[in-house]
């Protein structure tokens, strides 16, 4: 089954990607369009993967460009994220735009294919006053089967 990796190029993203190709599924890996042509940690995938996925260089904040991307896929695995704690404290936009409408971008563009079946990755922290580091970290893994509401004959 196609799968769309989001965030491919990232570390969880590439090793999942690999994971999948191993275990023979057909892989589009979403990595964030950049004009370095680098496909960050995927430059660096093992040898037995290499050139077994396709690539698609997009941005999860444009839904024209996720929808493009979902098209063909059953499934969509979302890593793609802003993760940098310090950065979003002067730029909290960039994340709302990422880590909110992009996340918003992929559900409904798995809600418009004919699987829906959508799993994002989230983490979740919380910082304590005073404290010199992270107290509590809990990751969450989300599995969500998207619903229409719209009525189609091809959908279940
Ligand atoms: N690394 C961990 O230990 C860990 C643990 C729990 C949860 N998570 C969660 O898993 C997810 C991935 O984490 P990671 O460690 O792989 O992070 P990462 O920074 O290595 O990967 C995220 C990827 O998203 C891509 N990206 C960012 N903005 C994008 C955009 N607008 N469009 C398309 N791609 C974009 C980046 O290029 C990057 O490669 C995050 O949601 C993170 O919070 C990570």
């Known amino acids: 089954m196609k799968i769309l990796v989001t965030g491919a190029d990232g570390f ?9 190709v191993r275990a023979g599924h057909d892989v589009r890996a979403l990595v964030l369009y950049n004009s370095f042509n680098s496909y960050g940690w995927l430059d660096s995938c093992d040898e037995d ?10 941005d999860v904040r444009d839904p024209n460009g996720v929808r493009t991307a979902m098209q063909g896929c059953k499934a969509v695995l979302h890593l793609a994220a802003l ?5 979003s404290y002067h730029s909290p936009d960039t994340y709302v735009d990422t880590n909110i409408k992009g996340t918003l ?11 829906r079946h959508a799993l994002c990755r ?25 619903r229409s509401t719209a009525p189609s004959a091809h959908r279940s």
């Open 49 to 58: 993967v290499k050139g077994k996925f396709d690539v698609f260089a997009g």
């Open 105 to 115: 971008n992929v559900l409904q563009a798995a809600r418009r294919s004919t699987e």
């Open 83 to 87: 993760i940098a704690i310090p950065y």
């Open 12 to 20: 969880i993203g590439s090793h999942l990607t690999e994971a999948l």
């Open 122 to 146: 989230s983490l979740r922290t919380t910082h304590f006053r005073g404290s010199r580091r992270i107290q509590r970290l809990r990751s969450r893994l989300i599995s969500l089967r998207c």
